[in-house]
């Protein structure tokens, strides 16, 4: 359930694969590091892929499209995000070094393909009113089943305050879900529960969160906390809404 990637490696760092370590998650999930002039080259002959841009400056280049797009830090600049179909060809180019997280799962859907750019991300400043303001984070949704119903993944981003708790209330849900998190300083940390397990995170660190079980999420006094959140649809059963554990329920009230 709880994985350090330490210092990110040049290439590709795996977090997560379908037939490979935590194949339960069922998705394939990692970030290239890639050093200014390296070349990627993605194509999925059964795959949809998601292409996050967590820092650095990049080309994408896809179906005849171009665009060159760049984010120098994640916890005061919005995403932006590449969502391709099956069979699509990607080639990405580091302008200079960068780092791009991948989350792909299986997907026969045919659809278009979309750069979501800050513009498009979906926002909420959520528990800025309640519980004294000890829950209040930043909640930013790239896409879901609402504006994408035709994936079966979603993604999207969060940035959790110095001393605050995130994913709160203490909520489940039946699709599988990653948590892949960062700090504003090397030396920050957190704390992630996933049921009755508690795990102290760092940067570059992730875990996974099988479904039925709640995973409140807190940040050391002093650091700020980012994590991309990654959730795998059902067939048949697509993830739309948090489920509240029933004893804190009240705190909704």
């Not at 892929?49 to 820092?55: F, G, K, P, R, V």
């Not at 957190?190 to 660190?205: F, I, K, L, Q, T």
Request: glycine share 8%; charged share 25%; aromatic share 12%.
């Amino acid at each position: 359930m709880f994985g350090r990637l330490g210092e990110l490696e040049e290439g590709y760092n795996v977090l997560t694969e379908i037939n490979g370590p935590h194949k339960d998650m069922l998705m394939d999930i990692g970030i290239y590091k890639m050093s200014s002039g390296i070349e990627e080259s993605l194509l999925d002959g059964e795959k949809e892929t998601a292409i996050l841009l967590l820092e650095g400056k990049v080309r994408f280049e896809w179906e005849g499209n171009s665009c060159e797009i760049e984010r120098k830090c994640v916890f005061k600049e919005e995403p932006f995000c590449l969502h391709i179909a099956k069979d699509v060809h990607v080639k990405i180019l580091a302008l200079d070094p960068s780092e791009v997280l991948i989350q792909k799962t299986y997907n026969d859907n045919a659809f278009a393909s979309k750069l979501y750019t800050p513009e498009d991300s979906q926002n909420v400043v959520a528990g800025k009113d309640d519980w004294e303001g000890t829950a209040k984070r930043v909640i930013r949704t790239i896409f879901d089943y609402e504006n994408a119903p035709y994936s079966n993944m979603v993604i999207g981003e969060v940035l959790s305050y110095p001393g605050r708790w995130s994913s709160y209330p203490p909520h489940h849900h039946e699709q599988p879900e990653v948590y892949y998190y960062r700090f504003d300083k090397p030396q920050g940390f957190g704390c992630a529960m996933v049921g009755e397990d508690a795990h102290r995170v760092v940067h570059n660190s992730y875990i996974t969160i099988p479904g039925g079980l709640d995973h409140p999420q807190s940040t050391a006094p002093g650091y700020t906390m980012y994590f991309c959140w990654m959730i795998r649809h059902h067939t048949h059963n697509p993830w739309t809404e948090r489920i509240m554990v029933e004893e804190h329920k009240w705190l909704l009230g």
